[in-house]
């Protein structure tokens, strides 16, 4: 397997972290709508040298509401406003399945973080870092040892406010909110 001790790997969950949340799923690329400074966070931290992939659970797929065509047209319209602000996201990995399928990919289930680990050459994530707004983004990591980090947008504060976040989990307001801790953590890590 693969050194990871200067891969620099960051996952994000995508709804509620990147752009807005809705309860009726974004099922066009007009209702991808940015979190407020969630691209330029990704960007500060595509500079700095980390690889940011995305692990989302995309049930409106299995649930006939868009089709594959439309999710490819979503993360492309984020691909686009990622790179006119400077960023860059290296992998979107997603799970297109209703949960009836019961999966091995839809979180909380880690399959999607195994396979993050296969793609990068990983025994497991120990110390990476998974950026969620619900307790199943956190505990599909806490299963490959990701440090684990919810933030308020989205469904965050009702994640919060139920309570049961898994043992070590931070919190931050938003995306742009944790790329400050993050940068700032690892500069001082690195003095």
């Known amino acids: 397997m693969a050194d990871k001790s200067n891969l620099k790997l960051l996952i994000l969950d995508r709804d509620g972290v990147i752009n807005e949340d809705r309860d009726d799923y974004i099922k066009s690329p007009d209702e991808w709508v940015p979190v407020a400074g969630s691209l330029e966070a990704i960007a500060r931290v595509y500079r700095e040298g980390w690889r940011v992939v995305v692990a989302s659970n995309q049930s409106g797929v299995g649930r ?4 594959m065509v439309t ?10 406003a990622l790179a006119a602000a400077g960023g860059r996201i290296d992998a979107v990995f997603f799970c297109p399945h209703a949960p009836e399928e019961h999966c091995a990919c839809r979180k909380p289930a880690p399959g999607l973080f195994r396979d993050i680990a296969l793609r990068h050459g990983l025994d497991d994530l120990s110390g990476v870092p998974v950026v969620g707004d619900t307790c199943r983004d956190l505990l599909a990591g806490q299963q490959l040892g990701c440090e684990l980090h919810l933030v308020r947008s989205g469904k965050g504060e009702r994640t919060l406010a139920a309570g049961n976040l898994p043992q070590g989990t931070r919190v931050h307001d938003d995306l742009a ?3 400050d801790w993050l940068l700032a953590q690892r500069a001082a890590a690195s003095t």
């Open 64 to 67: 006939g509401l868009f089709d």
């Open 71 to 80: 999710l490819n047209a979503i993360h492309l319209k984020m691909q686009k």
């Open 177 to 179: 909110a944790f790329a």
